[in-house]
């Protein structure tokens, strides 16, 4: 697609349930990134893949966040056993290549997940 | 250690009126590279622009312009004759070329911009 697409664009689920949210990048962009921005709390980095591998897990919160990507191009987050705390929007982001490159890392428009 | 410092947390101006943004960062890398982002209310991130270290002239576009300065480690964006639809919030950011950060985007907290009819 044009831009960086993600799904679901709205989630509200209980507290305790699994969750994926889907990031489909900009077509031939090998780096994907993914954020998270929760109230107040400014921009976070939670993990970088270059193709399908992810030399950069540094800022996933706990072993409840997990990633993917396949086929060098969509990739899930998945979050397990939810928290209150997990509330945020979740923005992916792609570029042409990562690693330093400087290349413009263009940003979906996020999923906003809300933990009940 | 990597570092973006944006010290205006909320910014309130007058249709017309210019209105600075401003960015300080932190990096030991030589080369790098610096960029803003508008978040309007509906959410996204849109890019406005990136500098690479090496390039410190200043830009214009339209109404916006932007005075990378390395001497004092600042990349700040100003908008000219400021109008509604300006209002968002803004951030700044930093990458790296050869820093831990892997070439991910350290932001700074953001600068929201209320402009007023």
């Known amino acids: 697609g044009a831009g960086v697409s993600q799904s679901p664009s709205n989630k509200v689920t209980e507290k305790g349930k699994d969750v994926e949210l889907r990031c489909d990048p900009i077509?031939?962009?090998?780096?994907l990134y993914w954020y998270r921005q929760s109230l107040g709390q400014g921009l976070e980095f939670l993990i970088y893949f270059q193709g399908n591998s992810a030399p950069d897990k540094s800022g996933l919160p706990s072993d409840r966040f997990s990633a993917e990507r396949t086929g060098g191009s969509v990739s899930t987050l998945t979050i397990q056993r939810t928290q209150q705390e997990d509330s945020a929007v979740y923005l992916c982001?792609?570029?042409?290549?990562?690693?330093?490159?400087?290349?413009?890392?263009?940003f979906g428009e996020g999923s906003w997940l809300t933990v009940v | 250690a990597q570092k973006v410092t944006q010290a205006q947390t909320e910014i309130s101006v007058v249709e017309k009126e210019d209105v600075t943004l401003d960015c300080v960062y932190e990096?030991?890398?030589?080369?790098?590279?610096l960029f803003w982002y508008k978040q309007p209310p509906s959410g996204e991130l849109v890019f406005l622009i990136r500098?690479?270290?090496?390039?410190?002239q200043n830009e214009i576009s339209g109404r916006y312009s932007w005075n990378f300065q390395k001497s004092t480690s600042s990349f700040n964006f100003t908008i000219t004759a400021s109008q509604v639809v300006d209002s968002a919030v803004y951030f700044c950011?930093?990458?790296?070329?050869?820093?831990?950060?892997?070439?991910?985007?350290?932001f700074g907290k953001g600068t929201k911009l209320s402009v007023k009819p």
């Open positions: 950011a930093l990458s790296e070329a050869y820093g831990g950060s892997q070439g991910n985007l350290i």
């Open positions: 990096t030991r890398d030589t080369t790098y590279y």
């Open positions: 077509s031939g962009h090998t780096a």
């Open positions: 982001a792609s570029s042409l290549e990562g690693g330093g490159s400087g290349n413009t890392i263009y």
């Open positions: 500098r690479n270290s090496f390039d410190e």
